[in-house]
C-alpha cells in the first residue's frame, strides 16, 4: 500500500429527521385504532455546498421534516407502515429539487387490546413485544426515472425451541473442543428484512402471512444448523408471496447451555440450561429470487436500525 | 448539624448471587413447557467478620448460591415462580447457620407457542413482552419464629387509553403555564408489585387475577389523574384477592403531546401525537388493607429490579 | 396466614417530575463552563384527595415543577448539585401548603475540555463516564420541625484491580464447588451514596476528595474479599471526611474468569479473561458512624437511579 | 413492477462469533497493562451446503473461533487491536479452505490509572467513555490475490461547544417554522471510520492522531452547520494522515433547546438548555482521498457496531 498525493473531497452523505416518535389514534368511530410509529426521514442529494461552504441554501431543516412527518400522520399514518412511508418519501423526493432520493424509515410497536368481558376494550390497549414491524421506503428520481423501493420486515423476533434441533458433523481444528449436540435448544432474536419487487394489495396482510410463514417453518423444520432453518425460513416467505425478491436475515445463535447438575446427583435430560449473554453466534444469510429487479439503493441504510 | 466522634462500625449488609439466567424446560411428555427465569439469591445474617477482618469462614459463595439455584431449577423450576423462590429461601434459611434471611428475587419472561395449523406449537414458542413478571420470596428466622413473607407483582406493563382521562382543577403557581386537559392520552409503563398475607392455592392463577383486575381497571375508570386511576387499579385487585395485603405502584406518566399540525392547516382532533420520552411525571403510591399483617422486611430490596 | 376483612385504604405515595435533563452553561466570561444534570423533584404530603377522589386541588402540575427546575437552573444551577438540589427542596416545602417533605434527585455527567495547543478549550467539552455524581436532597418540616437531608454519591463507577485480591477460607456445603484464588482480578460498578452530618464549606471539594479516598483504598489494599475492600473504603471516607454521617455501597463482582488456553498449549499466567456479564456476586454493604444524627427519611429514595 | 418466475436461492452470507469479551493484562513487570476488548469474528465462503444442505462439513463452529480469539489473545492480543485483528483475521482466511475472507471487528474500552500518590497505581484503573476505540480489519484471497483491509475508529465520542455554532440560511417550505440561529449549542456523539491506505508505524499512536485532529476541528471551527464540522474534521484528519484513504461519519445532532425561563421573568442568554431525546438530526457523511486505493469489501459490516 502506497500514500497517494490526491485532493481531498466530500463523498456520499445524507441527512434528515431520526426517531420521530409518532402515536396515530384513529378516532372517527367509537371503536378506536392505534398506530405507534418511530419515523426517520433521509435525503441525499445536492447538499455539497452544506458541507464544503457551509452554505444552506439548499438544506431542508430537519425539524421542516419533523413537521412534515407528524402532519402526513394525520393524512397517512392511520394504515400501513409502507403506505405511510411511500407518501413521505414520495413527498421529499418531488418537492425539492435537491433532491435525489428519499427514504423514510419506520418502526412499528404492536399494541393489544385489554380483554373487558370477554371481548378487547374499544379504547385501551397493552404494549406487545419485544418484536417490532419495520419498513424502510426509497423513492428516487423523477419523470420516466423515478424508482420507488419498499422493503418490509421484522426485528428482535425472539424463538426459541426446545427440541428438534442438532449441530454435527462440523470442520474440527485444534481449537475445535464443540462436542456434537443431538438435541439441543435452538433460540435466535431475528432480524429479517424482505424486499418487494411487486406491491401486494395489502400491506399489513402481507406482513402477518410473511411472518407466519418465517416462524411456522422455524418450528417445523427439524434443524440441523441456524444456517439451514434460515434458508428455508427464506424460501417458505419467498414461496408464499410471489412478489418478494429477497429477504436477509441476521440471527445471533443465542446459546442454551445445559447445567452440569448431575455432579450434584441431580440427572439433567435437556431440562434446565443457563442463558448465556455473551459471546453469541451470530449467522447472516440472504435468500434471493433468481430473476427479481435488481435492489438498486434499497438497502442503502440511514439509522441501521431498520 | 454537627460533628461526631463516634467509632467507625458496619451497618446493614448482604450479598448473594444476581441474574442468574435459567430457563427449565419440561419435557416429560411430548408438549413441552418452558420457564425463562432471571433469578436472584440473598443472604443476611452474621457475615460481619467477612467485613471487617476479611474472614469468609461464615460466607457461603455466590457461586455455590448459583450452583443451587440451577439445581433446584430441576426438582422446583418447572412451576410457579412464588414456589421456586420459597424452595431457595427456606434451603439457604434453614442450612446455614450465619444466615439470619435469605430473598430470592426472579423474574420471569412470557413465552407463547407458535400457532402452527391453527394450534399452539408443541416445542417451540416466540417471546412476549415487554411486561414481565416478578416475585420476591423472603424467609426468615427459625422454629417459632419462622416467617415467610412472599411478594408477587408485574413490571414494564405499558397501557395506553386514547379518550377517558382528563387533568383539571389542579393548583397552579407562577410557574403553572399547563393548561387543564378534558380528554387526552393516558399512558403508563406500569410497575405493581403486591404482598400477600394469605397463599393463594394457585400462585399463577393469583397473577393472572390480579393482572387482569388492574388492567380492566385502567380500562373502565374515567380517569380524572393517574393517581386516581392507580388507587382504583390497587383496590379493585385487593377487593378481588381477600389474601393480598398491600400494592405498590411505580408509574410515570409517559406524556403524548398532542403535536399542533393545525397551524400547517390540518386540524388535530386527538389524532396526532408526540410520545416524548423525558422529562416525564412519576407518581408512586400504594394501596393497603387494614388490619392486615404487618410488612416485615418483606420489601427490603436487594436488586432494585423486583 | 388468615385473611382480614379490614377495609381498603390508600398508603404512602409521592409523585412529581423526573429526568429533567437540564443543561446550565456559564458564559458570564469568554471561558464558558458546564453542568450537564439529570433532575428529578419529588413531592410528599396531603395529596390524599387526588387519589381517592380524583379533585386536584392540593396537586402542583409536574409540568409546573419542570418549569422551576429549569427556572431555578439560572440562579442556583450553576454551582454544586447539592446546592442545586437545596434550592429547589426548599421551595417546594416552603411554597406549597400540602407538601410536608420535598426531594430532589440529581444526576451529573462530567465533561472535560478539549485540549487546544496545551490547554483546554474555553467553550468545547468530551464527556466523561461511565461514572455518575450523585445527590439526592430531602427538605421536610417548618419552623421548628425543618430538616433538611443531604446524599452525595457517585454511580458507575467502574475500577478493576489486576493483581492484590484473593478469595479463600470461605464456608463449603454440598454445592460447593468454587476453587480457592489467591491471585485474581477485582472489579465492580460501584454505586456509593454517602449521608452527610455536616455540610462541608465546599460540595465539589467533597465529592472529589470522598471519591479519591474511595478508588485509592481499592487500589491500595490487598483484597480478602469485594466485603472487605468496601468497609475498608467506605471507612477511608468517613475517616477522611468527619461530616459523614453514613455510606452505603452496592457493588457488583464483575467476575473476569481466567481463561483455559492451558489446553491449546498456551499457559495462561492471569493474562488472559473472559469478562462475564451475568450472573454476578453482588455485594451490598454500608458503613456507619455511632452517634451521628439518625437518617430520618434521607433514604427514602423516588426514581431509584439516585 | 412484475413477479418473477425465478428460481429460489442463496444469496451473499456470513457467520461468526460475536462480542468475545476478552481482557489482556500484561504482567511481565509490576507496572500491569489491561486491554479491554469485545471481538467479533466473521467468516465468508464456500458455506453454501450448511444452508441449502444442512451439511457442517465445511463449517468451523463458532466456539472454535471463540477459543482462538482467546488463545490469541495471550500472543497479539496486548498490544494495538489492529495488530491483533490483523492476526486473528490472517489465521481464519489462511487455515481455512471454504473461508474466502475473515472479519475482524473489534471495540476496546478504555481505563486510565487511578491516581496514588501524585502519580498512577501500578494495577489498578477505573474505567473512561462513553467513547470506544474500533477496529475492523478484513483479510481475503491468497498468494497473489491477498488484500488486506484496515478501518479504525471511534464512537459514542459526545463533544459539544456552548458557543462558535450557528444555523441559517436554509431552504424554506411550508411545513419551515425553525427560527435561524446564530449562537446555540453544537452536539453531536460522533461516530468515525478512518479506513487506512497504508499502515501506520504505531497503530496507538494514530488513534490518538486522528482523534485529536477531528476534536481540536471541531472546537476551532466557526460551525454553520453539522455538515460542514464534519466535513473540515475529516479533511483536518485526511491532512495529518496521509495515509488515510477516507473517512465516514455518523453524528446525530443532539438537540439543546433553549428555555423559555423568560416568561417568569428571568433572561435565558444562551445558559439554560433542555438536552432533548428523540427525534435528532442524523447527519452522515464522507470524506475521501481521491487516489487513494479503492475500498473492496472494507466496509461489509459483519456486527453493525463497528
Redesign the interface.
Known amino acids: ?27 372517527d368511530t367509537a371503536r ?1 385504532e ?1 398506530r ?1 410509529l418511530n419515523v ?1 426521514s ?1 435525503l441525499r442529494g445536492a ?1 455539497d455546498d ?19 412527518i ?2 402526513y ?3 397517512h ?1 392511520d394504515g400501513s407502515i409502507e403506505d405511510y412511508g411511500l407518501a413521505l418519501a414520495r413527498h421529499f423526493a418531488d ?2 429539487e ?1 433532491v435525489e432520493s428519499a427514504r423514510i424509515e419506520i418502526e412499528e410497536y404492536a ?1 393489544q387490546r ?3 368481558g370477554g371481548s378487547g ?1 374499544d ?9 417490532v414491524r419495520t419498513a424502510a421506503v426509497t423513492v428516487g428520481g423523477s419523470g420516466a426515472d423515478r424508482r420507488e423501493w419498499v422493503i418490509g420486515g421484522v426485528k428482535d ?8 434441533s442438532e ?12 462436542e456434537p449436540a443431538y438435541d439441543r ?1 435452538l433460540a435466535t432474536s431475528l432480524d429479517a428484512r424482505w424486499r ?4 401486494p394489495g395489502d400491506w399489513d396482510a402481507a406482513y402477518h402471512g410473511i411472518r ?1 410463514a418465517l ?2 417453518t ?3 423444520l427439524h ?3 441456524l ?2 432453518t ?2 428455508e425460513m ?2 417458505a416467505a ?2 408464499a408471496y ?2 418478494l ?2 429477504i ?1 436475515f441476521s440471527a ?2 443465542k446459546h ?1 447451555f445445559a ?1 452440569d ?1 448431575g ?2 446427583g ?1 440427572p ?26 435488481d435492489a438498486g439503493i434499497a438497502w442503502d441504510a ?3 436500525a431498520v
Request: aromatic share 12%; hydrophobic share 35%.
Open positions: 500500500m502506497t500514500e497517494t498525493g490526491g485532493r481531498i473531497v466530500l463523498g456520499p452523505h445524507q441527512y434528515g429527521k431520526a426517531e420521530n416518535r409518532v402515536v396515530r389514534i384513529y378516532r378506536h392505534i405507534d426517520s433521509c447538499f452544506a458541507h464544503t461552504l457551509g452554505d444552506q441554501g439548499s438544506v431542508l431543516p430537519t425539524d421542516s421534516q419533523k413537521q412534515t407528524y402532519t400522520a394525520k393524512s399514518g418537492e425539492f435537491p399494541w385489554v380483554p373487558v376494550h379504547h385501551t390497549w397493552t404494549r406487545v413485544g419485544p418484536e423476533l425472539v424463538i426459541l425451541k426446545s427440541t428438534g449441530f454435527a458433523g462440523f470442520l474440527t481444528d485444534p481449537f475445535t473442543v464443540l435448544i418487494f419487487a411487486t406491491a407466519a416462524v411456522e422455524f418450528a417445523m434443524s440441523k444448523a444456517q439451514q434460515l434458508f427464506g424460501k419467498l414461496e410471489p412478489g425478491a429477497e436477509r445471533p445463535n442454551h447445567y447438575t455432579r450434584f441431580v439433567n435430560n435437556g431440562e434446565v440450561f443457563h442463558a448465556d449473554d455473551r459471546p453469541y453466534g451470530l449467522i447472516q444469510a440472504s435468500v434471493l429470487r433468481e430473476g427479481a429487479p440511514y439509522t441501521g
